[in-house]
Protein backbone atom coordinates (compact mmCIF):
# COMPACT_ATOMS: atom_id res chain seq x y z
CA UNK A 1 0.00 0.00 0.00
CA UNK A 2 1.55 3.21 -1.50
CA UNK A 3 2.01 6.58 1.20
CA UNK A 4 0.27 4.84 3.83
CA UNK A 5 1.53 3.64 7.25
CA UNK A 6 -0.45 2.02 10.02
CA UNK A 7 0.35 2.03 13.63
CA UNK A 8 -1.79 1.81 16.66
CA UNK A 9 -4.77 3.86 16.47
CA UNK A 10 -5.42 6.58 19.31
CA UNK A 11 -8.16 5.60 21.81
CA UNK A 12 -8.38 9.15 23.78
CA UNK A 13 -10.82 10.35 21.50
CA UNK A 14 -14.51 8.96 22.99
CA UNK A 15 -14.13 5.04 23.00
CA UNK A 16 -14.89 2.66 20.49
CA UNK A 17 -16.57 5.05 18.09
CA UNK A 18 -13.46 7.79 17.85
CA UNK A 19 -11.62 4.47 17.14
CA UNK A 20 -13.73 3.45 14.59
CA UNK A 21 -13.65 7.34 12.89
CA UNK A 22 -10.31 7.26 13.04
CA UNK A 23 -9.60 4.08 11.27
CA UNK A 24 -12.47 5.33 8.47
CA UNK A 25 -10.15 8.48 8.49
CA UNK A 26 -7.00 6.35 7.41
CA UNK A 27 -8.89 4.18 4.91
CA UNK A 28 -9.90 6.92 3.08
CA UNK A 29 -6.48 8.79 3.40
CA UNK A 30 -4.72 5.63 1.83
CA UNK A 31 -7.49 4.65 -0.49
CA UNK A 32 -9.30 7.61 -1.85
CA UNK A 33 -12.64 8.14 -1.60
CA UNK A 34 -13.50 5.66 -4.10
CA UNK A 35 -11.90 2.78 -1.75
CA UNK A 36 -9.37 1.57 -4.15
CA UNK A 37 -5.35 3.10 -4.90
CA UNK A 38 -3.72 1.97 -7.68
CA UNK A 39 -0.52 -0.21 -6.74
CA UNK A 40 2.98 0.54 -8.58
CA UNK A 41 3.21 -1.56 -11.66
CA UNK A 42 5.49 -4.50 -11.78
CA UNK A 43 7.59 -5.18 -14.42
CA UNK A 44 10.19 -8.07 -15.01
CA UNK A 45 13.24 -7.33 -16.95
CA UNK A 46 14.02 -10.49 -18.20
CA UNK A 47 17.90 -11.27 -19.40
CA UNK A 48 21.49 -11.93 -19.21
CA UNK A 49 24.72 -9.75 -17.41
CA UNK A 50 23.23 -6.80 -19.46
CA UNK A 51 19.98 -6.96 -17.38
CA UNK A 52 21.98 -7.85 -14.32
CA UNK A 53 23.89 -4.86 -14.38
CA UNK A 54 27.24 -7.00 -14.44
CA UNK A 55 30.55 -5.34 -13.45
CA UNK A 56 28.48 -1.82 -12.20
CA UNK A 57 27.89 -0.25 -8.40
CA UNK A 58 23.87 -1.87 -8.02
CA UNK A 59 22.39 1.62 -8.27
CA UNK A 60 24.14 2.17 -11.80
CA UNK A 61 22.55 -1.26 -13.37
CA UNK A 62 20.02 -1.38 -16.12
CA UNK A 63 16.91 -2.10 -14.00
CA UNK A 64 18.05 0.91 -11.03
CA UNK A 65 18.92 3.44 -13.87
CA UNK A 66 15.66 2.53 -15.82
CA UNK A 67 13.87 2.81 -13.10
CA UNK A 68 14.43 6.04 -12.51
CA UNK A 69 13.96 7.53 -15.99
CA UNK A 70 10.63 6.08 -15.69
CA UNK A 71 9.61 7.22 -12.59
CA UNK A 72 10.66 10.99 -13.54
CA UNK A 73 8.12 10.75 -16.64
CA UNK A 74 5.34 10.15 -14.17
CA UNK A 75 5.64 5.71 -14.53
CA UNK A 76 4.56 4.26 -11.22
CA UNK A 77 6.38 1.07 -12.08
CA UNK A 78 8.39 -1.15 -9.73
CA UNK A 79 11.66 -2.71 -12.14
CA UNK A 80 12.33 -6.75 -11.00
CA UNK A 81 15.84 -7.27 -11.76
CA UNK A 82 15.68 -10.87 -13.23
CA UNK A 83 19.13 -10.93 -15.36
CA UNK A 84 21.26 -13.53 -14.83
CA UNK A 85 24.79 -13.43 -15.40
CA UNK A 86 25.83 -15.54 -18.28
CA UNK A 87 22.12 -17.01 -19.29
CA UNK A 88 21.50 -18.24 -22.45
CA UNK A 89 18.24 -18.50 -24.05
CA UNK A 90 17.96 -22.04 -23.17
CA UNK A 91 18.35 -20.64 -19.23
CA UNK A 92 15.24 -18.04 -20.21
CA UNK A 93 12.90 -20.28 -21.34
CA UNK A 94 13.87 -23.10 -18.89
CA UNK A 95 13.13 -20.22 -15.80
CA UNK A 96 10.75 -18.15 -17.50
CA UNK A 97 7.26 -20.33 -15.90
CA UNK A 98 8.68 -18.99 -11.97
CA UNK A 99 10.17 -15.96 -12.91
CA UNK A 100 6.71 -14.38 -14.02
CA UNK A 101 4.82 -14.53 -10.69
CA UNK A 102 1.55 -13.10 -9.87
CA UNK A 103 2.39 -9.57 -9.39
CA UNK A 104 4.54 -9.21 -12.42
CA UNK A 105 2.04 -7.11 -15.19
CA UNK A 106 4.40 -6.34 -17.81
CA UNK A 107 8.31 -8.36 -19.26
CA UNK A 108 11.12 -6.90 -20.90
CA UNK A 109 13.08 -9.84 -22.63
CA UNK A 110 16.61 -8.91 -23.62
CA UNK A 111 18.29 -12.51 -24.46
CA UNK A 112 20.43 -14.55 -26.88
CA UNK A 113 23.28 -12.21 -26.41
CA UNK A 114 25.57 -15.33 -24.99
CA UNK A 115 23.95 -17.16 -27.55
CA UNK A 116 25.68 -15.41 -30.21
CA UNK A 117 28.83 -15.41 -28.17
CA UNK A 118 28.91 -19.41 -28.09
CA UNK A 119 28.26 -19.47 -31.86
CA UNK A 120 24.45 -21.28 -30.53
CA UNK A 121 22.31 -22.63 -33.39
CA UNK A 122 19.89 -19.47 -34.01
CA UNK A 123 17.04 -22.09 -34.81
CA UNK A 124 17.60 -22.92 -30.97
CA UNK A 125 17.33 -19.69 -30.31
CA UNK A 126 14.82 -18.79 -32.00
CA UNK A 127 12.68 -21.79 -30.58
CA UNK A 128 13.83 -20.58 -26.66
CA UNK A 129 12.37 -17.36 -27.04
CA UNK A 130 9.23 -18.60 -28.55
CA UNK A 131 8.59 -20.58 -25.26
CA UNK A 132 9.29 -17.11 -23.18
CA UNK A 133 6.93 -15.36 -24.97
CA UNK A 134 4.20 -18.10 -25.33
CA UNK A 135 4.64 -18.54 -21.54
CA UNK A 136 4.08 -14.30 -20.98
CA UNK A 137 1.40 -14.23 -23.22
CA UNK A 138 -0.53 -17.22 -22.03
CA UNK A 139 -0.28 -15.49 -18.18
CA UNK A 140 -1.98 -12.22 -20.28
CA UNK A 141 1.42 -10.43 -19.65
CA UNK A 142 2.77 -8.23 -22.61
CA UNK A 143 6.11 -8.37 -23.86
CA UNK A 144 9.06 -5.88 -25.24
CA UNK A 145 11.34 -7.83 -26.81
CA UNK A 146 14.77 -6.42 -27.58
CA UNK A 147 17.30 -7.46 -29.97
CA UNK A 148 20.95 -8.28 -30.24
CA UNK A 149 23.18 -7.59 -32.92
CA UNK A 150 25.84 -10.53 -33.93
CA UNK A 151 29.64 -10.15 -34.37
CA UNK A 152 31.03 -11.20 -37.78
CA UNK A 153 32.84 -14.10 -36.18
CA UNK A 154 30.85 -16.78 -37.63
CA UNK A 155 30.21 -14.97 -40.78
CA UNK A 156 27.58 -12.94 -42.31
CA UNK A 157 25.04 -16.07 -43.16
CA UNK A 158 25.31 -16.18 -39.11
CA UNK A 159 24.52 -12.94 -38.79
CA UNK A 160 21.43 -12.53 -40.54
CA UNK A 161 20.20 -15.49 -39.49
CA UNK A 162 20.42 -14.61 -35.53
CA UNK A 163 19.55 -11.28 -35.93
CA UNK A 164 16.49 -11.85 -38.07
CA UNK A 165 15.26 -13.59 -34.89
CA UNK A 166 13.55 -11.14 -33.53
CA UNK A 167 12.35 -9.11 -35.89
CA UNK A 168 10.00 -12.28 -36.79
CA UNK A 169 9.14 -13.35 -33.22
CA UNK A 170 7.88 -9.72 -32.45
CA UNK A 171 6.03 -10.06 -36.08
CA UNK A 172 4.52 -13.34 -35.09
CA UNK A 173 3.27 -12.87 -31.74
CA UNK A 174 2.81 -8.85 -31.80
CA UNK A 175 5.35 -7.85 -29.69
CA UNK A 176 6.62 -4.36 -28.91
CA UNK A 177 9.99 -4.75 -30.20
CA UNK A 178 13.43 -2.80 -30.18
CA UNK A 179 15.55 -4.36 -33.01
CA UNK A 180 19.04 -3.68 -30.82
CA UNK A 181 19.87 -3.63 -27.31
CA UNK A 182 23.32 -1.69 -27.51
CA UNK A 183 22.15 0.78 -30.30
CA UNK A 184 22.77 4.12 -28.50
CA UNK A 185 26.17 2.72 -27.80
CA UNK A 186 27.58 4.01 -31.97
CA UNK A 187 27.29 2.31 -35.35
CA UNK A 188 30.78 0.45 -34.81
CA UNK A 189 32.82 -1.40 -32.57
CA UNK A 190 34.62 1.44 -31.74
CA UNK A 191 31.88 3.91 -30.80
CA UNK A 192 30.83 1.38 -28.57
CA UNK A 193 34.19 1.02 -26.94
CA UNK A 194 33.81 4.45 -24.89
CA UNK A 195 30.80 3.44 -23.06
CA UNK A 196 32.26 -0.12 -22.45
CA UNK A 197 34.03 -1.31 -19.12
CA UNK A 198 37.13 -2.93 -19.79
CA UNK A 199 36.11 -5.93 -20.85
CA UNK A 200 34.80 -4.46 -24.08
CA UNK A 201 31.44 -6.58 -23.43
CA UNK A 202 29.68 -4.57 -20.65
CA UNK A 203 28.51 -0.90 -20.81
CA UNK A 204 29.63 1.23 -18.06
CA UNK A 205 27.56 3.40 -15.70
CA UNK A 206 27.30 6.33 -18.66
CA UNK A 207 26.74 3.91 -21.40
CA UNK A 208 24.04 2.07 -19.67
CA UNK A 209 22.45 5.51 -19.23
CA UNK A 210 22.46 6.01 -23.04
CA UNK A 211 20.57 2.71 -23.49
CA UNK A 212 18.46 4.03 -21.30
CA UNK A 213 17.04 7.13 -22.94
CA UNK A 214 16.36 4.39 -25.93
CA UNK A 215 14.28 1.48 -23.96
CA UNK A 216 12.59 4.03 -21.76
CA UNK A 217 10.21 5.29 -24.47
CA UNK A 218 9.79 1.98 -25.18
CA UNK A 219 9.25 0.55 -21.68
CA UNK A 220 6.51 3.28 -20.93
CA UNK A 221 4.56 1.75 -23.92
CA UNK A 222 4.82 -2.12 -22.03
CA UNK A 223 3.58 -0.39 -19.10
CA UNK A 224 0.67 1.54 -21.63
CA UNK A 225 -0.12 -2.00 -22.78
CA UNK A 226 -0.36 -3.60 -20.00
CA UNK A 227 -2.66 -0.89 -18.13
CA UNK A 228 -4.79 -1.29 -21.16
CA UNK A 229 -5.14 -5.14 -20.45
CA UNK A 230 -6.11 -4.44 -16.58
Known amino acids: MKNC ?5 PVSYG ?18 ASGSAAEPMRVLAFGDSL ?12 VPQLQGWMRARGADVIMVNAGVSGDTTAGGAARIGWS ?30 TKVIETAQAAKIPVLLVGMQ ?25 TLYEPNFLSALGETPTEALAWMQSDGVHPNEAGVGKIVEVLGPRLLELVAAARNDE
Open 15 to 32: GVVAMRKATLALVLICFG
Open 150 to 174: APGNYGETYKEAFEGIYADLAEAYG
Open 5 to 9: LFGVL
Open 100 to 129: LSPDIKAVMVALGGNDMLRGLPPEDAKANL
Open 51 to 62: TQGYGLMEQDGL
